[in-house]
C-alpha cells in the first residue's frame, strides 16, 4: 500500500486533515473498527469559540489559560482561538448543521460548559459529535483521493534511515515512512510520505471511561515507541458526570446539562458544590471531579445526583434529545428525576508532544486531536476546547504540508521490510490477555485516579512494569491479534501515565497528589522520551525540562 497521505483515525481530526491533503495528493485513511467508532461521533457538548459580538478572544484565551493551571502554552491558546471562528464556518461549509438561534448575534444557538466566562458552545442539541462526524465521513467517502479502510488496525510505525522536508531541525537520524497496519490475518506495510496519528485517546487505560472502545492510546504508544517525544501524560481529565446505572459502560451525561442550570446534589437532595469553588457548577472539570470524588469517599454513596427537574420537560426534550431518550430507557425521566452521576476518564490532556504545525518530533509523523499534546490545554483541557484544537490544527498541519509540498512530492518513498512474525505461534489462550486487560484497568482507576498519592502510585508502577513485561513477552512469542495490540498499548501508556504522575511532585491542574498539595512556584512541562538500552530494552527518560523539583 502506497499513498502521499497515511491518516491513523478517523474522528474530526483525521476527517478533517485528510480533505485538506487530498488537494495535494492521495490519501489512505484507516480505522480500527467502523469508520464511525470515534470519540468524536459521541461528543455531546459541542465546540467553542468566539462568535457572539459580546465575547472576545481575550476572554476565552483567558479562560483556557485559567482552565490550564499554568501548563497552557498562550502563542498557542491565542492561535487556536482566532483561528475558532473560521474553522466553523469551513464545519458548515462541508454541511454541520449547528443549531441557530436569531436572537443571537452570530446567528448561532450557543451553549454554556464550566470554566467558560459566557455562552461560547456551537453544538448540534447533544448530538454534535454525530452531526460532524457525519458530515465530514460524507465528503471523505465521496473524494476520489481518499481511500477509507475500516478493520485496519496499526501496529507501529514504519522507520527508516533519512530526513523529510520540513524537519530539518529535528535531532532524529530516522523518519516515519507509514505504518505496519493488520488486514485480516495479515499484517502489511502501508507507506506513505506524511502519516498523522489522529487515533484518539487513553480513556480505556480506565476501568470507567466515557470514552467509545477504541480509546487505547494506541497513536501516543506507537510515536513512543517509534522514539517520539511526549508530554503530560500526567493529566487525565475525568468528566464529573458519566451516567451511573448497572446496564451503562460510558454515557456521558453532557456539561452543557449543568449550563442549562443543572446542579449536583447529594443522596440527601442538598447541593454540594458551593463549599468547592464560587463558581458553583459551572467550576473547571478538575474541581467539580474531585468535589464529587470526595463527597462520594466521605458519604460512603456510590453515585451523586445531577437535577435540572426545575427546567421545563418541553425544553429539556429538546434541547438534549439523546440524554433524555437514553436516561428514560434506563427508567429515569430526566424531565422529574435527578440523574445518578459518577466521573469517569474522559480525556488525556497529554500525548505526542507537537509544534503549532501539529508535527512531533520524529520527521514525517504528524500528530492531532486528542492523540497529541500541542500547548493547549495544559493541565486542565477547557470544556469544549478539543473540537476546536482538532480542526485547527488539522488545517496548520495541511498548511504546512501546502508549504513544503514541492519537496515532498519530490521525495521516493522508501521500501521497507515485509513484517516478519518470526518463531511467533499462536496463542491459544485469549485468557492471558483478557486477564491483564482487566488487571490495568482496575489498577489505573484505583491507584492511578482523580486523586493520588505516591504511595498508590509507586505500587502501581511496580506491578505495571510486571505487567507490561508479561505483556511483551507474549507480543513478542505469539501471533499479533488487535486484542493484543490493544493491550501492548495500553500498557505502556499506563506506565507512561504512572511515571509522569510520579515525576511532578506538585497538584496542578488535573494532577492531584496528597503528598505535594499545592503548586510547585516553577512551573514545568513533564517530556518523556524513549531511550534505547539494548534490542528490546529501554526506558524512560526524562528530557531536562521536565520535573518541578
Ligand atoms: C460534554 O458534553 O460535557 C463534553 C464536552 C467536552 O468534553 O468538551
Request: neutral net charge.
Amino acid at each position: 500500500m502506497k499513498s502521499d497521505f497515511l491518516v491513523i483515525g478517523s474522528g474530526i481530526a483525521g476527517l478533517s486533515y485528510a480533505l485538506k491533503c487530498a488537494e495535494l495528493g492521495t490519501v489512505i485513511v484507516v480505522t480500527k473498527k467502523k469508520d464511525i467508532d470515534t470519540a468524536t461521533n459521541l461528543a455531546q457538548g459541542g465546540i467553542a469559540a468566539v462568535l457572539e459580538k459580546d465575547d472576545s478572544v481575550e476572554s476565552h484565551v483567558n479562560d483556557t489559560l485559567l482552565s490550564g493551571a499554568g501548563l497552557s502554552d498562550e502563542k498557542i491558546v491565542r492561535m487556536v482561538v482566532e483561528s475558532g471562528p473560521q474553522r466553523i464556518a469551513e464545519l458548515v461549509e462541508i454541511g454541520v448543521s449547528f443549531v441557530m438561534d436569531q436572537k443571537n448575534s452570530s446567528g448561532y444557538s450557543l451553549g454554556r460548559e464550566g470554566g467558560h466566562s459566557c455562552r461560547r458552545v456551537a453544538h448540534a442539541y447533544d448530538l454534535t459529535g454525530r452531526e460532524i462526524e457525519r458530515a465530514l465521513l460524507e465528503k471523505v467517502r465521496s473524494h476520489e483521493r481518499i481511500q477509507l479502510f475500516e478493520e485496519r488496525m496499526v501496529v507501529d510505525l514504519l522507520m527508516v534511515k533519512g530526513k523529510c522536508p520540513g524537519w530539518e531541525n529535528s535531532h532524529h537520524k530516522r523518519k516515519c515512512v507509514g505504518a505496519y497496519v493488520m488486514e485480516g490475518g495479515s499484517v502489511k506495510a502501508y507507506r506513505a510520505k506524511i502519516t498523522a496519528l489522529c487515533s484518539g485517546g487513553v480513556g480505556k487505560v480506565y476501568l470507567y471511561t466515557t470514552n467509545p472502545d477504541i480509546t487505547t492510546g494506541d497513536g501516543v504508544a506507537m510515536a513512543f515507541r517509534a522514539g517520539a517525544d511526549v508530554s503530560n501524560m500526567e493529566f487525565v481529565q475525568f468528566h464529573p458526570t458519566c451516567l451511573y446505572h448497572p446496564k451503562e459502560k460510558n454515557f456521558l451525561i453532557s456539561e452543557a446539562v449543568r449550563g442549562e442550570g443543572g446542579i449536583l446534589i447529594g443522596e440527601d437532595g442538598e447541593p454540594f458544590m458551593q463549599k468547592y469553588d464560587s463558581r458553583k457548577d459551572l467550576a473547571t472539570r478538575d474541581t467539580v471531579a474531585r468535589a464529587i470524588d470526595k463527597e462520594l469517599k466521605e458519604t460512603g454513596e456510590d453515585c451523586v445526583y445531577l437535577d435540572i427537574t426545575h427546567r421545563d420537560a418541553d425544553y429539556l426534550k429538546n434541547r438534549f434529545p439523546t440524554i433524555y431518550q437514553r436516561c428514560l430507557s434506563r427508567g429515569i425521566d430526566i424531565t422529574k428525576d435527578p440523574i445518578p452521576v459518577v466521573p469517569a476518564a474522559h480525556y488525556m490532556c497529554g500525548g505526542v508532544k507537537t509544534d503549532i504545525d501539529g508535527k512531533s518530533s520524529i520527521p514525517g509523523l504528524i500528530a492531532l486531536g486528542e492523540t497529541a499534546c500541542t500547548g493547549l490545554h495544559g493541565g486542565n483541557r477547557l470544556a469544549s476546547n478539543s473540537l476546536l484544537e482538532a480542526v485547527v490544527f488539522a488545517d496548520r498541519a495541511a498548511k504546512f504540508c501546502n508549504k513544503y509540498w514541492d519537496n515532498l512530492n519530490k521525495s521516493e518513498i522508501p521500501e521497507v521490510d515485509d513484517w516478519k512474525s518470526g518463531n511467533a505461534t499462536k496463542l491459544g489462550e485469549e485468557i492471558l490477555i483478557n486477564h491483564n486487560w482487566d488487571a490495568i484497568r482496575r489498577l489505573m482507576w484505583n491507584y492511578v485516579g482523580i486523586v493520588r498519592s505516591m504511595k498508590r502510585l509507586s505500587l502501581a508502577k511496580k506491578r505495571m512494569e510486571a505487567i507490561y513485561d508479561d505483556v511483551d513477552q507474549h507480543y513478542r512469542e505469539y501471533f499479533v491479534t488487535p486484542n493484543m495490540i490493544e493491550l501492548r498499548n495500553i500498557s505502556l501508556i499506563s506506565l507512561l501515565i504512572i511515571q509522569s504522575a510520579m515525576h511532578r511532585k506538585e497538584s496542578r491542574g488535573l494532577h492531584f497528589l496528597i503528598d505535594y498539595p499545592k503548586k510547585a512556584p516553577n512551573i514545568k512541562q513533564t517530556v518523556f522520551r524513549r531511550k534505547r538500552i539494548e534490542k528490546n530494552t529501554w526506558e524512560i527518560e526524562v528530557l531536562k525540562e521536565a520535573g518541578n523539583e
